[in-house]
């Protein structure tokens, strides 16, 4: 056993920890559904990944490696794809507070696109329509 090794992995699981905390507190403490996505993607998955080194690092062994790359690669691939698309719902069904967006790209995009989002629906119901 190396004990270099072992400091370097020891922390990287704190830094880890550290971003993961940071993430939930962000999900607390943010004011609304994008500002909290982005606290649930970013920090968490860095933090994940800080982790996934230092466990690396701390087993010094090849053996489960694979696995731990492949925690990575997945958790990379479904963290942000599943943010985005809680996003847009919330975006589309009116649960963004716009009084916090600098810029709506997206509302110009839906509006050449031909959507057009209307505040006055039920929530059931789908927030975009075709002309």
């Known amino acids: 056993m190396n004990p270099v090794l072992d400091i ?4 990287f699981l704190l830094l880890g920890a550290m971003l993961c905390f ?9 004011p ?10 970013k920090p968490q998955t860095l933090g994940l990944l800080f982790v996934i080194v230092g466990v690396a690092f701390s087993l010094q062994s090849f ?5 731990l790359v492949l925690v990575a690669i997945l958790q990379l691939l479904t963290a942000p794809v599943s943010a985005h698309m809680v996003a847009r719902t919330a975006y589309r069904t009116g ?3 716009e009084d916090l967006l600098v810029e709506d790209d997206l509302a110009d995009d839906l509006a050449e696109a031909g959507f057009h989002l209307s505040s006055g629906e039920d929530e059931g119901e789908s927030a975009d329509h075709r002309d």
Do not use: C, E
């Not at 370097?8 to 922390?11: D, L, N, P, T």
């Not at 940071?22 to 943010?30: I, S, W, Y």
């Open 32 to 41: 609304d559904v994008l500002t909290r996505m982005h606290a649930a993607t």
């Open 22 to 30: 940071a993430a939930a507190v962000g999900l607390v403490r943010f």
């Open 63 to 67: 053996k489960p490696l694979g696995m």
């Open 95 to 97: 649960q963004v507070r």
């Open 8 to 11: 370097v992995g020891a922390v």
